[in-house]
């Protein structure tokens, strides 16, 4: 998915990384991308890693280059919620929610509707043989139907629950004090 026009956008923006880069940025790593410049269709990025502890914070600098900017969009994505409250999630929390947010209808719905639709249909038509075969079709396009509503509604549902879960994370130190 392309999130930029060109890569001079990118220029002194965080991004949250989805694909690990072997020596350089773990999947969930928020990069600060510092400059960039297009040599044709690749793109050459200048960007630093910031690791935070608790005693200090600790940042490297490196250097990517990519095919395109299609290719840099792959790695990382902007994500300004993530990178706002980094210190708050666990490296694990952030690959789940990288894992959740990246699905699609057509890699998380698809596959369920697909083997919910073979099973209703096989079942329909061992059950349906010596009764009326117009039903069958009609209860058969019915539970299809539904599935596929039901799939695209536990899609929502999911990304839904995972966003309010770490904003649950982030607002749980926060509180109103009364003096």
């Not at 993530?82 to 894992?99: G, M, P, T």
């Not at 699905?103 to 369920?112: D, E, K, M, N, T």
């Amino acid at each position: 998915m392309n999130y930029l026009l060109n890569i001079d956008e990118a220029i002194d923006r965080k991004f949250l990384v989805t694909k690990a880069m072997r020596g350089q940025a773990d999947i969930g790593t928020i990069i600060h991308v510092m400059d960039a410049e297009q040599q044709g269709q690749a793109v050459i990025v200048y960007y630093r890693v910031t690791r935070y502890n608790e005693k200090f914070h600790d940042y490297q600098d490196y250097t990517a280059k990519f095919e395109n900017l299609a290719a840099f969009c792959k790695w990382a994505q902007p994500d300004n919620f993530i990178a706002r409250n980094y210190e708050c999630f666990s490296i694990r929390d952030i690959q789940h929610y990288i894992k959740v947010k990246n699905r699609s209808f057509a890699s998380f719905c698809l596959p369920i509707i697909l083997v919910a639709a073979i099973i209703i249909w096989v079942a329909l038509a061992l059950l349906m043989f010596k009764t009326n075969l117009i039903v069958g079709v009609i209860i058969g396009a019915v539970l299809t139907l539904l599935v596929i509503v039901l799939a695209f509604s536990l899609l929502k549902m999911q990304k839904k629950k995972e966003k309010m879960r770490l904003y649950r994370k982030v607002s749980a130190g926060w509180g109103v004090v009364f003096e």
